[in-house]
């Protein structure tokens, strides 16, 4: 009777550690708040580590720092130091911030890592940040606001020129589902080590365009965010390769292959949504690699786009590349020139490391005689940016 007895109070015991280990998983976090944002944009972020030596928070809204690469000198997001209170919390106040979205993660004890009482996660290429919002300005652009919103789904079609089906994410304005209505269409393209995933998440595009639209300063219109990389058929994760690492380098990465087969993807959205297909009603753009994209599809397929956009654009000819699409490059661009377009908006950040690349394509433009416009930003290679870019850029559009 005695061993029965135990055995129960073992048992018991064993329900208990259970049901309050269940309870603390699920409000174990809710006494931890990281980050509060508070009323005078002022941020404070707390991290339990009672056994740590040293807990630092890194993320953009902190002074940036300079890191040399083999691709140039970047600006870095800086660091700052947590206290430690007698109980084992960190904590970080930071200074009244701009209104922006921001990212961030902590280094405890030299180990990078995220935000276990931040729930609001973004991968960007193979990282992962925490991020939030300070509202009052720009930031209020990219949150979910009480108005009409699209839709975002993702489609898979197929692409002839690479031989394989490929997935693609496509925004329509709110309203869409519900009327007979033909759209114009802006194609946004990715950076390097980027997806079909990158301006939806990264980008906020549903967020931004939801809010202009109801503001009456965009156009409805619909957004096609394409996968840049041909070698993948989906972002890593969604394909039958499964749940692999995600890479910067792929094969076929700028050397003409993309531009070469975009008709692909134009070719399926005119097929299967309602679209204004003709040249008014065309828009391309894209950040750093998806910029080289834009700049390229846009001379190769003359008479397709109206309206070019080039966020940091990474104009970096290689030489070696061999493809007919980089062919004749300045008789093309005079012919694009003679064709005749409603808008070819160019936009850099004065840090940038392609700063000095994007000088050198502005006089290009201006020894032919091209007519752009041109928007110079503080920051540098930053989605902080291209949010703004995209913002400045969906306004201009098929007015």
Known sequence: MMKRRLQFIVFLV????????????????????????????????????????????????????????????????????????????????????????????????????????????????????????????????????????????????????????RRITIYTPPGYENNDEQYPVLYLLHGMGGDEEAWIALGRTAQILDNLIAQGKAKPMIVVMPNGNVAQQAAPGESSKGLYKPSMQLPNTMDGKYEETFVDVIKFIESNYRVKANKANRAVAGLSMGGYHSLHISRYYPNTFDYIGLFSAAILPDQKVQSKVYENFDETLKAQRDNGYALYWIGMGKTDFLFKAGVDYRKTLDGIGMPYTYVETEGGHTWTNWRVYLTQFAQLLFK
């Open 14 to 165: 064993m329900i208990i550690g259970i049901k309050n280990y269940a309870q603390q998983a699920l409000w174990g976090a809710a006494n931890i708040v990281s980050p509060e944002v508070h009323d005078d944009q002022t941020v404070t972020f707390r991290f339990a580590a009672p056994g740590a030596d040293t807990v630092l928070i890194t993320g953009d809204f902190l002074p940036t720092e300079k890191m040399n690469t083999q691709w140039g000198e970047f600006d870095v997001p800086g660091k700052a130091l947590l206290k430690k209170d007698e109980k084992g919390l960190w904590t970080f106040k930071s200074a009244a911030l701009q209104s922006d979205l921001f990212s961030y993660s902590f280094i405890v004890d030299g180990l990078t890592c995220t935000d276990p009482n931040n729930v609001y996660k973004i991968r960007d290429v193979a990282s992962v940040f925490d991020v939030f919002i300070v509202g009052g300005g720009k930031g209020d652009l990219y949150s979910v606001q009480d108005v009409p919103h699209g839709s975002v789904t993702r489609r898979w079609y197929n692409s002839p020129g690479n031989n394989m089906e």
